[in-house]
């Protein structure tokens, strides 16, 4: 995607200002004559920001204004050790606030809507941010944070909620809730904005089903202000980035190199305006692709898909990126397939073999299911691999996020 003019005079009037002054980029940079970049091509050449960059300099190594200018911190979810955090200044706050109520409008919310907020508030971005952007549009806020279904259900039937911000995972849990109590008809719900993380269509389908509301899925990342960076539209093709607080460019996560428009990879990101802590081509591990064309809604702002995996999900076999949100919409399309797989690479005779074993519904006839899966996965994903039908219940379960994928190449 081509940088545009604006981005890249804020990125180059960034790059001097950090690079003029005492803090986390003046370090990173070192060496980097930031005259020399004139083009986009010399901005796509600076270094990659890494989270654990980013956790070295724990507390506040990424403050890049004079403390009193910094008004909140946030910080994200520390589960390997070391948490991350950002510093955020009175402006950051408020273009924050300014991109999430766009966000809301995208989704046709306006200040007639209630809004009940159920991610949690803290350190983490999740509710505030929520909160800042409906109170920005000036919609009513029911701050709820997570927890409590029987308080949940009484305040969105007396407060008659009509949007619900929630994670795929909660929503789906209000909405059982919901039809168990056969409350259903007392719900005013018409739309939901869920945080993006990956969910399949089924799951989407049975949220909107049961809650009879029409989703969208917001995406965003505490280091990167937080959600509210950009939203799928009523279309449903992608989300809508608003890049005019960030430029992003999609990357192959092996080799870091620039992939072309449609192909999927890295979303890398580096912020325009933000001035607590800005970053420069921030590696998000989150894997997406940029949607060409324009959207029928209109909004001319530039799409990526919604969030299809983690790069730490994602192989490389035979020169083709793979990820389990891709074998899963691939098995979707076979009839008698179940979800379940494994997915093993093993390297046996100076070459990668790949083996897909899949349970298979038991009216399925197994020789048949095997020239279907893998004629599926030739045409959907590009290369051949052997299949191997197995019983439903053969594959193993887990209670937390499954290993379907096994690389016993190295
Ligand atoms: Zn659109």
């Known amino acids: 995607m081509k940088m545009k003019e604006e981005q890249f005079r804020l990125i180059k009037q960034q790059l001097k200002k950090l690079t003029s002054q005492d803090c986390f980029y003046k370090r990173k940079l070192e060496g980097i004559d930031v005259d020399s970049i004139q083009s986009q091509e010399d901005f796509e050449k600076l270094p990659f920001t890494w989270k654990g960059d980013l956790r070295e300099a724990y507390p506040l190594g990424l403050m890049a204004v004079p403390e009193e200018e910094i008004v909140r911190i946030h910080s994200s979810s520390g589960t390997t050790g070391t948490p991350v955090i950002i510093p955020y200044t009175r402006q950051d706050v408020e273009d924050w606030a300014e991109m999430f109520a766009r966000c809301y409008k995208t989704a046709g919310i306006t200040d007639l809507d209630r809004i009940h907020i159920t991610p949690g508030y803290g350190l983490w971005t999740a509710g505030i941010g929520f909160q800042n952007g409906a109170e920005k549009l000036g919609a009513m806020v029911i701050p709820m944070g997570p927890g409590n279904t029987d308080k949940q259900l009484r305040m969105m039937v007396d407060m008659k909620s009509t949007v619900l911000c929630a994670t795929s995972s909660y929503a789906l849990l209000l909405a059982e809730e919901i039809a168990k109590r056969g409350i259903g008809d007392q719900i005013c719900l018409k739309k939901g904005v869920i945080g993006s993380e990956r969910w399949g269509e089924k799951m989407r389908k049975r949220i909107a089903d049961e809650l009879g509301v029409k989703l969208y899925d917001i995406y965003g990342l505490t280091e990167v202000y937080g959600p509210g960076i950009g939203i799928s539209c009523d279309y449903e093709c992608g989300m809508h980035m608003w890049d005019d ?69 994602m192989v490389k076999v035979k020169g083709v990126n793979i990820f389990p949100s891709q074998i899963e919409e691939m098995l979707s399309g076979v009839d008698g397939a179940s979800s379940e797989y494994q997915f093993m690479i093993d390297h046996m005779y100076g070459k990668d073999i790949c083996t897909l074993f899949v349970e298979i519904n038991a009216d399925a006839n197994a020789y048949n299911m095997e020239a279907a899966i893998q004629s599926a996965f030739k045409s959907k994903i590009g290369i051949t691999v052997n299949v191997k039908p197995v019983a439903i219940g053969d594959l193993p379960r887990s209670e937390k996020k499954s290993t379907r994928v096994f690389d016993n190449r190295y």
């Open 245 to 313: 607080f960030v430029y992003f460019e999609i990357v192959d996560p092996k080799t870091g190199e620039i992939l072309p428009d449609g192909e999927v990879g890295e979303l890398v990101i580096t912020t325009l305006k933000k001035q607590g802590a800005p970053l420069i081509r921030y590696r998000t591990h989150d894997l997406t692709r940029i949607i060409t064309g324009d959207c029928p809604c209109g909004d001319p702002h530039p799409r990526i898909d919604t969030i299809l995996g983690r790069t730490d999900d």
